[in-house]
Structure formats: structure tokens, C-alpha cells
């Protein structure tokens, strides 16, 4: 069935830069939402960033907005989020999410990545 791998996450000074990648697998995903959340210990799970596969439509948090790009490699079935000038506020786990709907980027979704951690010192 459909699966997220998620990889990239690390250890980065305040200004740095890291690249998350999600490797999507199981099904098509040319209908399908895709989305970055993030969870900082103590703290509710945060939209990031989203993206309608099909035409690469993106959605951005205004925290973010600026700083961070989601994108897709169609031949590879893969979704990233460039993150640059990182804060130690960006301090997270990140998940990937799909749903297989063109919808609210916010909205539920059905399918989640294992997470990978994100740590941005000062």
C-alpha cells in the first residue's frame, strides 16, 4: 500500500540550510496532496507546506513563507522541502502527509511518513 520514507534531517546552525525528502510509493500520485507538517516537543503538529502534484500548485505557512520551497520529482516519486535561513524556532520533527484528492492543504490527510528530526542551533 502507499508508503512515505522520509530522509535529510539533521543538525544545522541558525542560517543553515537542509533539504527533507519523502520517497512516495504504493500508487499513482498524479491526484494527490502533499504536505509537510512539523511537531516541536510540547507543541501541536503545524502546517508547513503543501502541493497539488498534478500542475505543482504550493501552499506555504506564513512562518516559512520566504524561506522554504516544497517541490516534486515526477520520474523519481519523490517530494521535497528545501529549507533555508533556518531558525531555532524551525526546531521540529517533520512529517510527510499525502491525500489522494485535490483539497484544503491544511485538511485531513490519509497518509503519513515515520517523521525526521530537525534541529537548528543558535
Known amino acids: 500500500q502507499v508508503q512515505l520514507v522520509e530522509s535529510g534531517g539533521g543538525l544545522v546552525q541558525a542560517g543553515g540550510s537542509l533539504r527533507l525528502s519523502c520517497a512516495a510509493s504504493g500508487r499513482s500520485f498524479s491526484r494527490a496532496t502533499m504536505a509537510w507538517f512539523r511537531q516541536a516537543p510540547g507543541k501541536e503538529r503545524e502546517f508547513v507546506a503543501a502541493m497539488y502534484w498534478s500542475d505543482s500548485i504550493t501552499f506555504y505557512a506564513d512562518s516559512v513563507k520566504g524561506r522554504f520551497t516544497i517541490s516534486r520529482d515526477n520520474a523519481k516519486n519523490t517530494v521535497y522541502l528545501q529549507m533555508n535561513s533556518l531558525k531555532p524556532e524551525d526546531t521540529a520533527v517533520y512529517y510527510c502527509?499525502?491525500?489522494?484528492?485535490?483539497?484544503?492543504?491544511?485538511?485531513?490527510?490519509?497518509?503519513w511518513g515515520q517523521g525526521t528530526q530537525v534541529t537548528v542551533s543558535s
Open positions: 502527509a499525502a491525500k489522494f484528492r485535490r483539497a484544503v492543504p491544511e485538511g485531513v490527510y490519509d497518509y
